[in-house]
């Protein structure tokens, strides 16, 4: 059984740091593009920051210089420092991970964890 586990998620004040994790088990296959997203209020899911197999990363841009993103591929594990924290960063954030090869590929979602940053 696939389990996605998100952590490290809270409250925080304007200027602060988060750092989230996710932490995977049950993936068989090869694990490609890890990535963080995330959803506030009355909006659509967003892309904040991927990372792929290689160590390769991709930020959004209004995240670019205050949030990095790394995995431990010994883990399976991504995650993502926060720093600089504004209130526009306040969201349900999930981990995701792509996993395996056409045609056997797979995408997984974390539970998702609130982060609220006040201000």
């Known amino acids: 059984q696939v389990r996605l586990v998100e952590s490290g998620g809270g409250l925080a004040q304007t200027g602060g740091s988060l750092r989230l994790s996710c932490a995977s088990s049950?993936?068989?296959?090869?694990?490609?593009?890890m990535a963080w997203y995330r959803q506030a209020p009355g909006k659509q899911r967003e892309l904040v920051a991927g990372?792929?197999?290689?160590?390769?990363?991709d930020y959004q841009d209004s995240v670019k210089g205050r949030f990095t993103i790394s995995r431990d591929n010994a883990k399976d594990t991504v995650y993502l420092q926060m720093d600089s924290l504004k209130p526009e960063d306040t969201a349900v954030y999930y981990c995701?991970?792509?996993?395996?090869?056409?045609?056997?590929?797979?995408?997984?979602w974390g539970q998702g964890t609130q982060v609220t940053v006040s201000s």
């Open positions: 990372i792929t197999i290689g160590g390769s990363t």
């Open positions: 049950g993936i068989i296959f090869t694990i490609n593009t």
């Open positions: 995701h991970i792509n996993a395996g090869y056409f045609p056997h590929r797979y995408d997984y």
